[in-house]
């Protein structure tokens, strides 16, 4: 009986192994059967990633699916015909675009094979009609951007798009104009997996989830008086000129404006009246072809301005400048003002101003300015004197008069004629907080102020608003008490032109502190570092009228002398007198 049951369990166990290993196998191969398909079913509602790249920071887009593709979810295929144009696309591409649609709305091979620039005037029309509301289709906005960029210029957008056919609408960048992409999203049968996969066409036809934004760069350059940095007096005109990119906007782009903005610091004035525009080569627009307006002045910026071309003005005058490269010029005169520091310079920027995106409504935001902006210095310098008694340098002297001179030439004339040299007087006004009674001694530049510059109560006299050059300073009233120099003509050069040496390529450019061969009276001129002004004393002898003492004894002998003669001469006729009487 025992040996029955053992008997029994020897052929059960064969019987259980082989169980069991028929329901591995079986599970193996379902594993097996299930990860030969996709991971998961491609589905008319499964999207692919879309990166954008070459974008600047900011930009956002609008993906507009213009093509379907026909799928049967039951069956996971897709149905001929595969592509067809989206029921909103339909009538637009027939009454614009016949030969580019089928009697199914299947695109023909016209459309199928359109080339770079056909594909871009579809695109381009398309996004014009969407705008317009003749053509209405599902949209899909641009997501994150997925990697870190390397720059502004080098970030990424992407889009999450089911299967179809997309044109992407791009907004601009602070300093790019970017053009509408195409892109297909299509299902792929991918023999190694036995299913479909999603995959992503470029508007080049290439397979590949990323694409390259086209965009053109519009960055202003700017000069003054043909540099980036210089230095002029306060009231000096100054010729300024902006050099701008003309965009190349897409034929049926809905919003074409284009401008350029300036801001200037608080130190410099903008004559909004001197302002010309032209375009690269070409002589002066009209005045009618583009709008200057003022910006109004803030707490940190003067009156700025801004040049304006409406779309209609740029289809006019700037479409095919753009088209073929040139540039936007405009020009103006401006002048620093009594806000002019000595230090740092007065600088002011300029950009271009671009519409957010081009297939808008005209008018709305432009993008911001890019950074940095086209930047120009302008330095200014100022002098310092103080007014001393000769042979005591501690006593200082107050209410000297001097006058001011600027030479054209650079050359020193010594004559004391102001009308012999070849010089122009320089106007002046108190510094702001002094009055005429507090005799500060401290001046502006100023071209409606003053001849006459004071020394203070510590005999400072202290002008500031210069620009290089060469100058006279005339003292024509001493204080009271002394005497006016024999030579009256104090005479300062200011240079400061050759930072650089051009060697790097660079511009020789003013870095807005005096240089060493700065001179005073011919000799090394001395700069405050503090305050960057050249320093420098002027003397004064006290005047003494007294005669010399040496030898008054013997006068006084000498008096003497001559009044006893005079007695005796007085005796002698008296006696002569009396005796003509007596004979």
């Not at 067809?84 to 299947?106: C, L, M, N, Q």
């Not at 190694?192 to 965009?215: F, H, I, P, Q």
């Not at 008096?559 to 007695?567: D, E, K, N, R, S």
């Amino acid at each position: 009986m025992f040996d029955g049951k053992r008997s029994r369990r020897d052929c059960l166990l064969p019987i259980a192994v082989a169980l069991i290993v028929a329901m591995v196998g079986a599970f193996g191969w379902a594993a097996a059967s299930a990860t030969a398909k996709p991971a998961a079913d491609v589905t008319s509602q499964t999207t692919a990633v879309l990166t954008v790249g070459k974008v600047e920071t900011g930009v956002e887009g609008t993906a507009y699916k213009y093509m379907d593709m026909k799928w049967d979810d039951q069956v996971g295929q897709p149905v001929d015909p595969v592509r067809v144009f989206a029921p909103g696309a339909v009538d637009w591409v027939r009454k614009y675009f016949p030969s580019y649609i089928g009697t199914d709305d299947e695109p023909t091979a016209d459309f199928i094979n359109l080339s770079a620039e056909g594909t871009r005037d579809f695109a381009d029309r398309l996004l014009a009609a969407i705008q317009a509301g003749t053509v209405r289709l599902p949209s899909t906005e641009s997501d994150f951007s997925n990697f870190i960029p390397t720059s502004a210029d080098d970030d990424a957008i992407i889009f999450k798009l089911a299967m179809g056919g997309y044109v992407i609408k791009l907004g601009n960048g602070s300093k790019r104009v970017y053009q509408p992409i195409m892109t297909f999203v299509k299902p792929q049968w991918d023999e190694g997996a036995e299913g479909y996969r999603l995959e992503v066409k470029d508007v080049d036809g290439g397979a590949s989830n990323e694409a390259r934004a086209k965009s053109k760069v519009i960055e202003s350059t700017k000069t003054v008086h043909g540099k980036l940095k210089t230095h002029g007096q306060i009231g000096e005109d100054l010729l300024y000129q902006i050099k701008t990119p003309i965009p190349h906007y897409p034929t049926h782009a809905t919003n074409q404006r284009f401008g350029v903005q300036d801001s200037p610091g608080p130190g410099l004035s903008i004559r909004q009246d001197s302002v010309r525009v032209k375009i690269e080569g070409d002589a002066d627009l009209p005045t009618s072809a583009y709008s200057v307006t003022e910006i109004p002045a803030d707490a940190t910026h003067s009156a700025g301005i801004k040049v304006e071309f409406s779309s209609n003005q740029y289809r006019e005058k700037l479409a095919m400048a753009g088209k073929i490269g040139k540039s936007l010029i405009v020009e103006y005169t401006g002048s620093l003002n009594d806000k002019a520091p000595i230090k740092d310079g007065t600088s002011n920027s300029a950009w271009p101003l671009l519409p957010k995106s081009i297939y808008d409504s005209e008018g709305g935001e432009y993008t911001s300015p890019p950074p940095p902006a086209a930047v120009t210095t302008v330095y200014t310098y100022g002098i310092r004197a103080t007014k001393v008694m000769k042979g005591n340098g501690n006593i200082l002297l107050s209410g000297a008069t001097f006058e001011l001179y600027k030479q054209s030439s650079g050359k020193s004339k010594s004559s004391k004629k102001k009308d012999a040299r070849d010089a122009t007087a320089v106007k002046v006004k108190q510094a702001a907080g002094t009055t005429g009674a507090d005799a500060s001694g401290k001046y502006i530049v100023h071209p409606e102020g003053t001849s006459a510059i004071i020394s203070g109560k510590d005999g400072t006299v202290q002008i500031d608003g210069l620009g290089a050059g060469t100058y006279e300073l005339k003292e024509v009233r001493a204080p009271n008490g002394y005497t006016l120099p024999a030579n009256p003509i104090t005479t300062i050069t200011i240079r400061d032109d050759n930072r650089n040496d051009g060697s790097d390529g660079k511009p020789a450019e003013p870095d807005g502190k005096p240089d060493t061969t700065s001179m005073v009276n011919g000799g090394p001129a001395t700069l405050d570092a503090s305050d960057n002004r050249i320093t420098f004393k002027i003397e004064n002898r006290r005047a003494d009228f007294k005669l010399p003492e040496t030898g008054a004894m013997g006068a006084a002998v000498f008096a003497v002398i001559g009044m006893a003669l005079v007695a005796i001469s007085s005796v002698l006729v008296i006696i002569r007198r009396r005796a003509r009487r007596s004979s």
